[in-house]
Structure formats: C-alpha cells, structure tokens
C-alpha cells in the first residue's frame, strides 16, 4: 500500500505527462477493442445476410459459387432449374415455402432479380429481420420494380421515375429493354446485404421483357409492345436458383440429399450458413492483420509509457536518492516504477473501455442505417476479458525496464551534484 501511494503521489506530481500517457494508452485500447467489435460485427453480419432459409437450391455446382450468385449476385449460374423441377421440389411434403430467384439483366451496374411476391415476405436478414420498404411497396403490376436502398441513393430514385432494364451483366450496356420501361413501385430499407444493390422485378416481368428474344438478341422482325404482353401467359421456363424453407429442421438433410439426387436435372442444395462459414474462411487473413495492427497500436502505446518513465527518471534521481537515504531498500523503487506503470496502465485501460462504449452508442445507429453493420453494445466478452488482462500485465512488465535501471542507482549517485 505505501508502494502504491507514493506512485500516486509521485504521478500527481508529474500530472500532464502521466495524463497524455493515459489518454495515448486509452486511444490504442479503444481502437483494440473496436476493431473487435467491427471485425465480430461484420463477421456476425456476413453470417446474417441470409437467415430463416433452410436450403438454397441451384444447378449442381459447388456450395460457395451456388451462394456467391443466388445471394450475392456474383458470377453466373452454369445452368438454371426447369420450371416443372423448381414447382417439384415446391410441392415436396416438407417443404413450408419456396421461392424462385432469375438472374441475368442489369441496370445501370445493378443486378435484377426476377421474383415472386413471397420473397419479401420470407428473406430474413440479422436472424429475425425482415424487409421493409421506405417507400411504397411490391411490385403489383407487371412493369413494377422495387429497388434496394443503394440503388436508390446512388441513382436518385424516388418512386413513380421510370427506368429501362438492360440484357446482360455490364455496367454500361448497349442491348436495352427499352421498349418495356418499368416503373419504381417501391423503395428498400437499408440492411446492409445485397438486397441494397437488386433492381427487384416479378418472375413474368422477366418473361415479358424477352418475349421477343432469342439467344440473346432481339429476333428479326418481331416486336411485342407492353400492351401486347400483358395478354399473354408468362409462366417462367426456367429460374435461377430457389429458396426453401422447410417445415422442420429436422427434414433439413433428408430434403437436401432428395435434391441432391433428383433424378430430372443435375440440382445442388445447400445450407446457407455452412456455406458462409466456408466463404468466409477464405477471407480470414484480413481478420489476421486487423489483429496485428491492433495489437502493433497497442505496443505503441505501451512503448510510449516506458519512454515517458525513462524521460523523467534521470530528473528523479535526486528523489530516489531520497527515498533511499530514508530506509527504502532497491526493491521498493523497483515495486514504485512498476506500480506507476501499472497505474497508468489501469487508468488507460479504463478509460479507454469509456470512450470505446461511448463512441458505440454515438455510432452505433448511424452505422446500422447506413452500412447494415451491427455493433452490439455489450459487456466485454471472457476473450476480450483475456487481452486486457494481458495488457494490464504487459503494462506492469514494461515498467521493468526504467524500475531495472533505477534499482542499480546507488546513493552516492543520486546525491551526486552534476555539473
């Protein structure tokens, strides 16, 4: 206890640089800790872009491509499924709903997505999350479309605009649906997945848009108005990919192994959440480097403390000297320096825990409403527990160094007057 006083004593004397290295040691905590919090955020939201669906059903291809383009609208499917195979596995006893996804038209940079009015009822996100719309609503006519928030924001949509859909995947397209233009009907809110970035239009809106295509290309000499199409059946020849949702979880593996071995078509299913774990451990190595420059800003930080010992002692030799004329033994000045180091180190390391709850509950709802990154204010974890520990005893070795050097001051020295 007389140990720990005199550090806060000898600290009270030396306030502004004690503060400034509180406030340094503070700073590299709460950048530490956020890191966490953004890198277990985004890890947590990557694994949420898609939740409440069961299966993902494509053509047989691998687990992370099938995700990549029937979630994220990356790459292409290799093949689609047959209308009649995707109304099969529908109609299967365990299955509670479907719902079909086209992919393959564009605009303006933007991918469309061909779907069914089920899809804004059943696509969860952050685990219970549903979609909403800002604005408007679904598609209820066969030109409508219901864009994603950053459709909207980087275009500067508003509803009633119209807009022209584009054959292809290109953000600059020269093959353009543009006797068929379509209208805003409805506006996303923001939720931080690719549903941000889809032009949302209905399966027979897609159907209608390529009535006069073949291959590709408009046919020769053949031109279907809008008005023309709305009288014709559009029933889809084929879909892209499909979600499913089952009746019980229990049937999840006994559906995907049906699919897997459907005898009319080549069909993968999938299960969204293994398959984001596996996509997201390729991308590990930048949760790696985040950790080391965390931890690089955290050693910084220590390094200055020991520095700032180091700076005042030689101006405190005289009190050492003091200290030992009195009866203070080498260890006590030892246990002083180290006490100091961990004082700082404690106060630094609480502070910094302030400023970092602080900043989350300033930030917290902007990042969410603007970048779909959720950041739970929450009581330290048992592993981030770990790491300040760590620290606190770092900080408590690092003050070793200049505590080492004191302890070798002898007394003559310390009384000595330099000249």
């Not at 275009?155 to 068929?180: A, M, N, P, Q």
């Not at 991308?283 to 005042?312: D, F, P, Q, R, Y």
Request: glycine residues 8%.
């Amino acid at each position: 206890m007389i140990v720990l006083r005199l550090a806060l004593q000898s600290l009270r004397n030396r306030w502004l640089t004690a503060a400034l290295t509180v406030i340094a040691i503070a700073v590299s905590i709460t950048l530490l800790l956020g890191v966490e919090k953004v890198r277990t955020g985004a890890r947590q939201s990557f694994a949420d872009t898609i939740s409440g669906t069961d299966l993902i059903v494509g053509a047989r291809s691998g687990a992370i491509q099938l995700l990549l383009y029937s979630v994220f609208r990356i790459g292409n499917a290799t093949n689609n499924i047959s209308w009649p195979s995707y109304q099969d596995i529908a109609s299967h006893p365990d299955v509670a709903w479907a719902v079909p996804l086209s992919l393959g038209d564009s605009h303006r940079g933007f991918r469309v997505l061909g779907t069914t009015p089920a899809y804004f009822e059943h696509y969860r996100y952050r685990q219970a999350h549903g979609l909403r719309f800002r604005a408007g609503g679904p598609f209820s006519d066969l030109f409508d479309a219901a864009v994603g928030a950053d459709v909207a924001a980087a275009l500067g949509y508003k509803l009633g605009d119209r807009i022209t859909l584009s054959h292809g995947l290109g953000s600059v397209s020269f093959i353009e649906h543009d006797d068929k233009p379509f209208r805003i009907a409805g506006i996303l809110e923001k939720t931080g997945t690719p549903v941000d970035r889809t032009v949302h239009v209905s399966l027979e809106a897609i159907e209608a848009i390529h009535v006069d295509w073949q291959s590709g290309a408009r046919i020769p000499g053949q031109s279907v108005s809008a008005e023309e199409v709305r009288a014709m059946k559009l029933e889809p020849k084929a879909v892209t990919a499909a979600l499913v949702g089952l009746k019980s979880r229990l049937a999840t593996f006994r559906v995907q192994r049906a699919i897997n071995e459907y005898r009319a078509e080549p069909l993968s299913a999938i299960l969204p959440g293994a398959a984001l774990q596996e996509l997201w451990a390729l991308v590990a190595t930048a949760e790696t480097a985040l950790k080391v420059v965390s931890a690089m800003v955290v050693a910084t930080a220590l390094l200055g403390m020991v520095t700032m010992i180091l700076t005042t002692l030689n101006e405190r030799r005289r009190e050492m000297a003091i200290l030992r004329s009195v009866g203070a033994r080498p260890r006590t000045v030892l246990g002083l320096l180290v006490a100091e180091a961990g004082v700082l180190t404690l106060a630094g390391t609480g502070l910094g825990l302030l400023l970092l709850y602080a900043a989350l509950l300033l930030v917290q709802p902007y990042v969410d409403t603007n970048y779909g990154l959720h950041l739970p204010i929450e009581p330290p974890k048992p592993g981030e527990l770990a790491t300040l520990g760590v620290i606190l005893v770092a900080g408590c070795l690092a003050g070793l160094l200049p505590a080492l050097r004191a302890y070798r001051l002898s007394l003559a020295d310390g009384m000595t007057v330099r000249t």
